[in-house]
């Protein structure tokens, strides 16, 4: 529900409300993967590549940490990645 109310913010661009419920959203959830994610697509939009890759890398490396296991990749978000054109 956090991720998708900075997604409401972020789409009426509204990038200091998104900004400001993806924190307070990670003080209270600091391994979620949709937020992480959703920080990278907040920063991408604002063309901050910098920190926006760096969110996506954080999503990543929580997704796998959660599931260690898992056979299918998070390919939405390897996408997001390859996009910004990731190392």
Known sequence: MVA???TYS???KDYSNASEIIHEGLQRYPNSVSLYSTSGDIL???KNIADARSAYKKALEEYYKQYPDIYEPPVILLGKLKRLGAD
Request: aromatic share 0%.
């Open 4 to 6: 998708k109310k900075a």
């Open 10 to 12: 972020m789409n009426r």
């Open 44 to 46: 991408a939009n604002q």
